[in-house]
């Protein structure tokens, strides 16, 4: 079992940043990925961005350019640094974790609680 917990959300103007922490403890070593997707209200969960313990990352088109993901493996602690934020950027962010081999999610997918990120116009 892999637990996560996220800190980071609020409130911010449109052209703000925030950052978004997750730490994950339990079983570390059964993952080998870990990302944050978000969901908005009657939308479906999508992917923001991702990065393996090996530093590769992937981002949804729509934050590349804005987002950027990065990981400290020794503190198993993952961050999304979002710049440049628009209103339709708001949206309950979750950090997940996972095993992945060759881009492809094998297993379990852990979740964090989720935390709320509000863009205003």
């Known amino acids: 079992q892999v637990r996560l917990v996220e800190s980071g959300g609020g409130l911010v103007q449109a052209g703000g940043s925030l950052r978004l922490s997750c730490a994950a403890s339990g079983s570390i070593g059964s993952i080998n990925a870990m990302g944050w997707y978000r969901q908005a209200p009657e939308q479906p969960r999508e992917l923001v961005a991702t990065i393996t313990t090996g530093g590769s990352t992937n981002y949804a088109d729509s934050v590349k350019g804005r987002f950027t993901i990065t990981r400290d493996n020794a503190k198993n602690t993952v961050h999304l640094q979002m710049d440049s934020l628009k209103p339709e950027d708001t949206s309950i962010y979750y950090c997940?974790?996972?095993?992945?081999?060759?881009?492809?999610?094998?297993?379990?997918?852990?979740w964090g609680q989720g935390t709320q990120v509000t863009v205003s116009s």
């Open positions: 997940a974790a996972y095993f992945q081999q060759s881009g492809v999610i094998i297993g379990t997918i852990y």
